[in-house]
């Protein structure tokens, strides 16, 4: 347990001190002076008592550092784990997501209602859409029972049980909660995650289960870049993701007998010498695999699932060079304190960069999409939205309406009440017209007084109805300066002849034909002769 620098350091200056005697020694014998022997005498008192000063002052020291970089590698280790986890995270969110979105459509509840063969083909394109989105591997209903309804598996995948009644994620659902379960699928060599969740009746009742399986390779090969050891280990303690390769199904933790002929049976070929003694819940120093490392452990979405990562520290330079820092006094001392202090401080200057970088990322990104006066999504955003609706709506053939509107005599109001109380009526009209809108819908500032609104899923007459009731809500609000604020719209459906251009033209004549027909009112736009033509 003593400190090897400690000892290093008093066998240096043992020796130092010796050959100093001797010289003195040497020295008393030439000199033969009374005073002089007395003198020298006297500094080896004060020498013996400085060099134990600072024997003693570099082992605190030594220690001091110690501690620092033992923080450091804790700190780390615990940003390169929260690094980890919010990559899985990311990955499973979006199948937990498209999963609710899944069990909560009417089709869906309808053809486990005993809907009719309309709605069983509107839940079966409704799960085709979401294993496709969401890179699932297979997606399936299930009734109560465990029995299968509907199912779609890509080309290779296997085909699911005909009753999972027994899986727990189908028993959490059942029990009305979001149902996450891991499982490693030895034929493929790939970590699979299952998202299940209750699908509920009108009367709220549950009546299925609606589950998606998303492979997670994407995420195994991502993080086989990362530069420190990181291990995906199941509820036994067995590794089956790792940036080690060697390490693959090799237990963390001794395993059972029993334990470990089953996992074999599962896994096939197991590496059944553990690189541990005992099993770490969360986060020490200990020795792995022969080797001193700080290990950290986090379990995910609430399971015995965890993800491991190890943090190998090496013999602290500082330390290592703190015997001939001794040797050599206070000079080398302060070399000492000053490496040790520019590298923590150079730690903290980089993390301190990582989050301005981190930010100013954040901030660009908003401010490249964002109108600045209203918040509001600008026209960068709006033409993406806008192509990425109109292909969905091609490739599903859902309807889809684009609105455009403005400001009854804008110019009035700020030549009346000023250009800042026409900014303050901008702000409050978009924040009007956002909270009257689905969260499924954009609404952008087209440019000065005028607004678009692109609705996925809505047909030109329903579009119709939606603006004219903006329109009447519009024109009953109260706003500060102007009080009364009125507003034209103009409405066009996508037809397949439709541009991006050819789209946003006939809802600005629809607008036109809006502000020549006497201002706040709708007008919906007419095929034109192309669209017309494309349809025969």
């Known amino acids: 347990g003593l400190p090897i620098q400690l000892v290093r350091g008093f066998l240096a200056c043992a020796i130092a001190l010796l050959i100093w005697v001797i010289w003195g020694h040497q020295l008393?014998?030439?000199?033969?002076?009374?005073?002089?022997?007395?003198?020298?005498?006297?500094?080896?008192?004060?020498?013996?008592?400085?060099?134990?000063?600072?024997?003693?002052?570099?082992?605190?020291?030594?220690?001091?550092?110690?501690?620092?970089?033992k923080q450091n590698a804790q700190m780390t280790a615990r940003a390169d784990i929260d690094l980890i986890a919010s990559h899985l995270d990311g990955e499973t969110a979006s199948l937990e997501a498209m999963v609710k979105s899944?069990?909560?459509?009417?089709?869906?509840?309808?053809?486990?209602?005993?809907?009719?063969?309309?709605?069983?083909?509107?839940?079966?394109?409704?799960?085709?859409?979401d294993v496709d989105v969401s890179g699932a591997k297979r997606g399936t209903i299930f009734d109560r029972s465990g029995r299968i309804v509907m199912s779609f598996e890509r080309e290779?995948?296997?085909?699911?049980?005909?009753?999972?009644?027994?899986?727990?994620?189908?028993k959490t659902s059942l029990a009305g909660e979001l149902?996450?379960?891991?499982?490693?699928?030895?034929?493929?060599?790939?970590?699979?995650?299952?998202?299940?969740?209750p699908i509920r009746d009108k009367a709220g009742g549950i009546i299925g289960v609606a589950v998606l399986k998303k492979s997670l390779k994407g995420f195994d090969a991502d993080l086989r870049e990362f530069d420190r050891p990181y291990f995906f280990i199941d509820p036994n303690g067995v590794i089956v993701l790792t940036n080690q390769p060697k390490m693959l199904f090799r237990p963390f933790w001794p395993l059972a007998s029993d334990t470990a002929a089953t996992v074999a049976a599962e896994l096939g070929t197991l590496n059944n010498r553990p690189l541990m003694k005992r099993e770490i819940e969360d986060a020490t120093w200990t020795a792995v695999d022969g080797a001193h490392d700080y290990l950290r452990r986090r379990f995910v979405h609430?399971?015995?699932?965890?993800?491991?990562?190890?943090?190998?520290?090496?013999?602290?330079?500082?330390?290592?060079?703190?015997?001939?820092?001794?040797?050599?006094?206070?000079?080398?001392?302060?070399?000492?304190?000053?490496f040790g202090k520019e590298r923590w401080m150079r730690d903290r200057v980089?993390?301190?960069?990582?989050?301005?970088?981190?930010?100013?990322?954040?901030?660009?990104?908003?401010?490249a999409t964002t109108d600045p006066l209203t918040g509001l999504s600008n026209r960068l955003q709006f033409d993406q939205a806008l192509a990425n609706e109109m292909l969905r709506a091609e490739r599903y053939e859902t309807p889809l309406s684009l609105v455009l509107y403005d400001i009854d005599?804008?110019?009035?109001?700020?030549?009346?009440f000023g250009h800042q109380t026409g900014d303050k009526v901008l702000i409050d009209l978009s924040q009007?017209?956002?909270?009257?809108?689905?969260?499924?819908?954009?609404?952008?500032?087209?440019?000065?007084?005028?607004?678009?609104?692109?609705?996925?899923?809505?047909?030109?007459?329903?579009?119709?109805?939606?603006?004219?009731?903006?329109?009447?809500?519009?024109?009953?609000?109260?706003?500060?300066?102007?009080?009364?604020?009125?507003?034209?719209?103009?409405?066009?459906?996508?037809?397949?002849?439709?541009t991006a251009e050819s789209f946003i033209n006939r809802a600005d004549a629809a607008l036109y034909q809006a502000k020549v027909g006497g201002r706040n009112r709708v007008e919906l736009a007419q095929k034109s002769t192309a669209e017309e033509g494309f349809a025969m």
């Open 28 to 69: 008393i014998l030439k000199v033969s002076n009374e005073r002089y022997t007395a003198y020298l005498r006297q500094q080896f008192t004060w020498t013996l008592v400085a060099m134990t000063i600072i024997l003693v002052g570099g082992w605190i020291l030594t220690e001091f550092l110690g501690e620092i970089y």
């Open 102 to 129: 899944l069990a909560g459509a009417p089709s869906v509840q309808s053809t486990l209602a005993g809907g009719s063969s309309e709605d069983t083909a509107r839940a079966k394109s409704m799960l085709d859409l």
């Open 156 to 170: 290779g995948t296997k085909p699911a049980p005909q009753n999972i009644g027994s899986e727990p994620y189908f």
């Open 179 to 197: 149902g996450r379960h891991f499982a490693f699928d030895a034929v493929a060599k790939e970590l699979d995650f299952y998202a299940s969740y």
């Open 302 to 338: 609430a399971s015995q699932w965890s993800l491991v990562i190890l943090n190998p520290t090496q013999e602290i330079f500082a330390s290592r060079v703190l015997g001939i820092v001794i040797t050599f006094l206070t000079a080398i001392m302060a070399l000492i304190y000053l």
């Open 350 to 367: 980089e993390m301190d960069k990582r989050l301005e970088l981190q930010k100013l990322a954040r901030d660009l990104k908003f401010q």
């Open 409 to 416: 005599h804008f110019k009035d109001i700020n030549d009346t």
């Open 432 to 498: 009007f017209v956002a909270a009257r809108i689905r969260s499924t819908d954009l609404i952008a500032r087209w440019g000065g007084e005028e607004f678009v609104l692109v609705l996925p899923g809505t047909t030109g007459a329903l579009a119709y109805l939606a603006s004219e009731k903006l329109r009447n809500d519009i024109e009953r609000a109260v706003f500060d300066g102007p009080q009364r604020v009125t507003c034209s719209f103009g409405v066009a459906q996508f037809t397949e002849a439709d």
